[in-house]
């Protein structure tokens, strides 16, 4: 799971970061839950701690337990116990290991009677690209030359082809086109072959979902108005915390990854921006010289709250640094489970989870937390995340394909590829579509943390469309509470692969194990002790009948939304609705529940 935007090593969400999601951000160059601790003066929860060993066998009460309708913790540890296992070697992207267990679960799904979801194929196969930028660039502004690492830094690019651009600049303060939150930056302005000059963080008083979204959105944004790069202007407070010459090592040294299309080139918006870099105060000066307003200027806007108004710069740059790639492929493994009425038919409800993780211990190794002092395990297993996941998928598939259970409508199962790396292969398969019909939900199946009785669940996104209701049913028949978002500061609705449907107009919902019965303790001290490190592994504690219990949840959700008589729509004046689902129908939004009576005094 990426839990937390990338900082200081990936190109784009560097650059696009909110300021609350940098500081949740870990094993890219940013801090983690931990630190941020700290720096609150909070003691972190302790990790979970590993057995000596993991139990060969589950206990008799394990063995016989069984959910309502059959799902067992045999049945999910088997997954979980594979999956996890050394010899995959943490299921890394393009390894031996992620294509071991990519064939796991197409037997899994075979044995069950699936169909295969990719014409014959259970696979579709994802062209990876990973980019590393070379040392070196300069950037010269009107007269003034900089070379990268000195007043600015080129982030990972996404084509290995060299860049030499020439282009005019425009400044368009917080680079968001987003009139309906009252942000309209290019409102008036022109950037067709223009590179865009824009503050880093965002404009106060947005909701941390959209925070989330439109900070991540802002690439988008600028190519889709015609800009060919992107020039990010560094808080002086960035400067002092992560010098630009710390950055140029990590960016040099660590790649960046995304996905290519049919004709080789990156998959949007990186096809269209030629570059994006980061710069502090000495290359703002150079690029607001001459014109209407100076950076000292805009600076003292931002010092007073104000979000500054966009104009033409005078200047103009000269961009130009290498990189090179390499690409390899790797699978996302796709089933159908077919639908029994064919009026639907072509409505697909998709049930996720992704496969990978991140490897094993390497010196550039993105997302990994480093080992603690003394312990030689080398391998980053993923036991929680995501072969619970996975887990979850195959079971869930396992209920479905019962003939006695077959949906309405037909159920896309997909184990998607590299979501450690950007949410890689969920982006691939919202942008190449398989099957014979259009996607109408999307239920993902991300980390959640089984080492407790999880007795509520938060269901991120069940806010913004009628797939709300359908979750909450589903919870209220295993008597499991629905509750609100905890760590609203995350905005964890735009940080797991169910995001590119959402991107792509499609209502999604993905569940997290709640904070009740002992959950607020299990979930911090895993994040801050044991997420993307060594310690995930199947020594942990494992609650499995709470996996079953997940699994059946998750069952039930995928079937309200398969079996409803109209297919997911978002709600009137949702954000991610009116922004993103087009023309798709609008639901009302609920009313609110009437207030509880006061209590009487007497």
């Not at 951000?25 to 979970?48: L, R």
């Not at 909701?207 to 600028?222: I, K, Y």
Request: proline fraction near 8%; avoid cysteine; charge should be negative.
């Amino acid at each position: 799971m990426r839990i937390k935007i990338l900082l200081a090593v990936s190109a784009a969400a560097f650059a696009f970061a909110t300021p609350a999601a940098a500081q949740y951000h870990m094993g890219h160059g940013g801090h983690d839950h931990s630190e941020h601790a700290e720096q609150q003066g909070q003691t972190p929860p302790p990790p979970p701690q590993p057995t000596p060993a993991a139990p060969a066998q589950l206990s008799a009460e394990d063995l016989a337990f069984k959910t309502e309708l059959g799902f067992t913790p045999s049945a999910f540890r088997s997954h979980v116990q594979f999956l996890s296992d050394d010899l995959l070697g943490g299921r890394d992207p393009g390894t031996p290991g992620h294509e071991i267990a990519a064939r796991y679960v197409a037997s899994q799904f075979a044995g069950l009677g699936v169909m295969p979801g990719n014409g014959d194929s259970w696979y579709q196969q994802v062209r990876l690209a990973r980019h590393r930028t070379q040392p070196g660039g300069t950037l010269r502004v009107g007269t003034q030359s900089f070379n990268s690492g000195q007043g600015f830094v080129f982030t990972p690019g996404y084509t290995a082809q060299p860049v030499a651009v020439d282009a005019g600049l425009v400044f368009v303060g917080y680079g968001l086109d987003a009139p309906t939150q009252g942000h309209d930056n290019y409102r008036g302005l022109d950037v067709r072959g223009k590179v865009v000059v824009m503050l880093a963080g965002l404009p106060q008083g947005l909701a941390s979902d959209v925070s989330a979204h439109l900070g991540q959105g802002r690439a988008q944004m600028a190519a889709a108005r015609g800009a060919v790069g992107i020039i990010m202007l560094r808080p002086e407070a960035a400067a002092t915390s992560a010098p630009l010459e710390r950055l140029q090592t990590a960016f040099t040294s660590r790649p960046s990854m995304t996905w290519l299309n049919a004709e080789g080139n990156p998959g949007a918006p990186h096809q269209q921006l030629k570059f994006i870099a980061a710069a502090d105060a000495p290359v703002a000066t150079a690029l607001f010289a001459g014109s209407r307003r100076t950076w000292a200027q805009v600076s003292a806007d931002i010092a007073a709250n104000r979000v500054p108004a966009s104009f033409a710069l005078r200047q103009t740059i000269r961009a130009e640094k290498s990189a090179t790639a390499e690409t390899f492929d790797s699978p996302n493994v796709v089933g159908i489970i077919p639908g029994t009425d064919p009026t639907v038919a072509n409505e697909y409800v998709v049930l996720m989870a992704h496969l990978d993780h991140v490897g094993t211990i390497n010196p550039n190794g993105q997302g990994q937390r480093p080992p603690a002092s003394g312990n030689p395990d080398t391998i980053y297993n993923g036991a929680m995340d995501n072969a619970t996941g996975i887990s979850t998928l195959i079971e869930v598939a396992r209920q479905f394909n019962d003939p006695a259970n077959r949906p309405r409508r037909p159920i896309l199962l997909a184990a998607v590829t590299a979501e450690e790396k950007g949410l890689l292969g969920a982006s691939f398969l919202a942008n190449n579509p398989v099957g014979n019909g259009r996607v109408v939900g999307v239920v993902n199946l991300d980390m959640p943390i089984l080492l407790y009785d999880f007795q509520d669940v938060i269901a991120f996104g069940s806010e913004h469309s009628d797939m709300g209701p359908m979750v909450r049913r589903a919870a209220e028949a295993m008597n499991v509470q629905l509750s609100d978002d905890p760590l609203p500061e995350e905005g964890l609705f735009t940080r797991s692969d169910h995001y590119p449907f959402v991107q792509a107009g499609v209502p999604s919902v993905f569940l997290m194990t709640g904070f009740q019965n002992g959950g607020e303790a299990m979930f911090r001290g895993f994040l801050a002790g044991n997420y993307h490190g060594v310690e995930d592994e199947l020594g942990q504690p494992f609650n499995w009948r709470a996996g079953a219990r997940f699994a059946e949840l998750n069952y039930r959700i995928a079937r309200e939304v398969a079996n409803a008589p109209t297919a997911p729509r978002w709600y009137r004046g949702s954000f991610f609705g009116d922004t993103l689902g087009g023309n798709q129908p609008r639901a009302p939004r609920p009313a609110a529940a009437p207030a509880a009576p006061a209590a009487s005094a007497n």
